[in-house]
């Protein structure tokens, strides 16, 4: 009796979540098909078209509309995720295996490391700034200061998944290693990397993600026009008039993200059969 | 002579303060099978770990082959460990597992194929060579564990629980196997186990544990006819307690006064008279007389070691009969004898005597 009644309400919640979550990208994919350069961000759509899609890559004759100011952002907002990417993962991988073993003033340590997730990244970026211009007195770039705050934020994410990974980790391979005369170097290399390595993917993927649409950090630590991230640019373009365009562009970076996923996926599935060649290929002299 | 591997006042307290192991002693000769016994809880793998470099030591000296290695690293040991989960590389197949420890040695290929491809061949393991590992059964993992170790050719091998997930067939034909390899090899095995029957069968000797103690360094046998301890003698086999005082040290045993009378047992702790102590006695001592059996006869093989009881269950089985006998005070003893023996005589219900010749029976201070 029970599931007749809850069945089909838990079904409806399930929908309006679905509709929740994805109604917004929904509405921006069909406006971003609107006609241009005429056609406005609104319903109903005047006419289908990929006039703004063409108008990103600079394939439409020039109109009163400029195109988006995101090329050299783009690039930026790339490398920046990617170096961030790095640095949080060795140092999540590094720290998490720290946390292995109890040590002195290890919970101390664990609240300082996540509190870089914790702290509101308006602070966390002003701060930054403050520290930059008045105490440090350096100029602040997106390679430096905004990169120190993204690497804050998205450590202690890299940190806990490795934290839950090696948690479920199971130390005997590492003991049967030793006992075999393998060095705890070359024990970490060729057996405990191995196996934790989809957990260090996983890791890899919140960095990247995290990092690339970092807004409030950003915003105060990047500095002037020429070190824009892109969260920053498409918000400068927000401030004059909104047209389609961004819509489209925000169309190409959600399936940017997709394809990331994808071949996050794929090295998953990969991802054991390339650390057992990684193990064994290398011959060691 | 230098002994394999010598445990000297070996202790380990953990960090809260809590002793796992305390004074352990034990010298053992190259080629010896030795066995940890012992309930869960009772230090036996805190100490195995501490042979293999895997737990520190807190106090006393280990030494390999006479020298000490207290403070040498897990990899630096000429010891090799199989553990319960037999941990295998999940990552690497059945021959990549076992080449894996010559490999980082920096062992010339050639050789460790020829040593590999040696082992693999002694263990049958040749059919799933290139299998992974987890597509095996229990059996399998078990000896590439064990190819594993020894292809690295250690001076002493540690096995902790290593049949424990094993099914009860497949424990008894790998613990043959086990066996006939360690005599083969004449590589020492220390074996940690609580299960009495494999370190019964394997072993040459076995230290029994208990609360991070030795309580007893015996070979087998001896640890069931002549157990040292109260631990032991409840721990292995199927003996009765019987508590008294004793009364008189000075002939060949110890008499001692008990609800039963004065019996008399072997002499082993330093005892004095009006100590309190219980005579241990091993089923496999336990004679039954039938109630007429004639007094003065029976007192020459027995002396006073005569309890009248009544048989509560008697049941042949094949030519062995297993009976219940009940002692005056309630207890049942499980006694078992050839049927030939007890000639049928005996059905449940008949009073008879259960009798014991004093060497067969021991008394431990309480």
């Known amino acids: ?25 929904f509405v921006l994919w069909i406006l971003s098909f609107q006609q241009g350069p005429d056609g406005g961000p609104q319903f109903p759509i005047t006419e289908w078209s990929t006039y703004w899609y063409r108008q990103i890559f600079g394939l439409t004759p020039p109109s009163r509309i400029a195109p988006l100011p995101v090329g050299e952002a783009l690039v930026r907002s790339l490398i920046l995720a ?26 101390f340590v664990f609240y300082l490391i ?116 892109l969260p920053l640019a498409i918000y400068g373009t927000f401030s004059v008039e909104i047209h389609p365009n961004i819509f489209a562009f925000g169309v190409l970076t959600t399936l940017f993200s997709f394809a990331l996923l994808s071949v996050y996926g794929i090295l998953m599935g990969l991802s054991v059969r390339r650390a057992r060649k990684l193990a064994m290929q290398e011959e060691i002299a | 002579m230098a002994y394999d591997l010598q445990l000297s006042h070996i202790g380990k307290v953990y960090d809260n303060g809590t002793p796992a192991v305390i004074d352990f002693n034990l010298d053992v000769d190259k080629g010896e099978f030795i066995a940890f016994l012992g309930p869960s809880g009772c230090g036996k793998t805190t100490t ?73 061949d002694k263990l049958g393991l040749t059919d799933v060579a290139t299998m992974r590992p987890n597509r095996l059964s229990g059996g399998q993992r078990q000896r590439i564990a064990l190819a594993r170790s020894l292809v690295v050719e250690p001076d002493i091998l540690l096995l902790d629980e290593p049949l424990g997930a094993l099914d009860a067939n497949l424990r008894k034909s790998i613990q043959n196997e086990l066996k006939l390899l360690q005599r083969e090899l004449g590589i020492t095995f220390v074996f ?30 001896e640890l069931y006819t002549r157990p ?33 009378g004065i019996l008399t047992g072997e002499k082993h702790d330093r005892l004095a008279s009006g100590d309190k102590a219980s005579l241990i006695l091993p089923a496999e001592a336990v004679d039954i007389l039938p109630a007429n059996v004639a007094p003065e006869e029976a007192r020459k093989t027995y002396g006073t070691n005569m309890i009248p009881c009544q048989i ?31 000639r049928g005589q005996f059905a449940a219900g008949a009073q008879a005597f259960v009798a014991w010749q004093a060497p067969r029976s021991t008394v431990i201070k309480h």
């Open chain 1, 82 to 107: 990617f170096m961030t990417m790095v640095t949080s993962t060795v140092l999540g991988v590094m720290s998490a295996q720290a946390f292995r073993r109890k040590f002195r003033g290890s919970g």
């Open chain 1, 114 to 229: 996540v509190l870089g997730m914790m702290v509101p990244g308006v602070l966390t970026g002003l701060g930054t700034s403050l520290l930059a211009n008045n105490v440090f007195e350096i100029t602040r770039h997106w390679y430096t200061t905004a990169f120190a705050t993204h690497v804050a934020y998205t450590f202690p994410f890299a940190f806990l998944v490795m934290l839950a990974i090696l948690n479920r980790f199971d130390s005997s391979v590492e003991e049967a290693a030793w006992s075999l005369g393998v060095s705890p170097w070359k024990t970490f290399r060729k057996v405990t990397f191995p196996l934790i390595f989809p957990g260090v993917l996983s890791a890899m993927l919140f960095a990247f993600t995290l990092s690339f649409d970092e807004f409030p950090r950003s915003l105060f630590a990047a500095g002037g026009t020429e070190d824009q991230t």
């Open chain 2, 192 to 221: 940690v186990t609580h299960a009495q029957s494999e370190a019964l069968a394997l072993s040459d000797r076995i230290v029994v544990m208990n609360a991070g103690r030795v309580e007893q360094i015996s070979p087998p046998r």
């Open chain 2, 312 to 342: 509560t269950r008697a049941q042949l089985i094949g030519h062995i009969l297993q009976m219940g006998v009940q002692l005056p005070n309630g207890d049942v003893i499980a006694v078992e004898g050839h049927a030939d023996k007890y």
């Open chain 2, 48 to 120: 195995l770990r501490m042979i293999a470099g895997f737990e520190t030591i807190t106090s006393g000296d280990l030494l390999i082959r006479g020298s000490r290695i207290n403070d040498l690293l897990p990899e630096k040991r000429p010891t090799s460990m199989i553990f319960q989960n037999y941990a295998l590389f999940p990552h690497m197949n059945v021959r990549q597992n076992i080449r894996f420890g010559l490999e980082v040695k920096g062992m010339a290929a050639a050789e460790a194929d020829r040593k590999v491809d040696r082992i693999i």
């Open chain 2, 228 to 260: 040292q301890s109260l631990f032991v003698s409840r721990f292995i086999g199927a003996n009765t307690l019987i508590p008294g005082v004793v009364k008189d040290l000075a002939g060949e045993g110890v008499t001692l006064d008990t609800a039963f």
């Open chain 1, 1 to 25: 009796m029970e599931s007749r009644v809850l069945k089909p309400m838990l079904a409806v919640y399930v929908v309006a979540f679905i509709l929740f979550l994805y109604g917004p990208f």
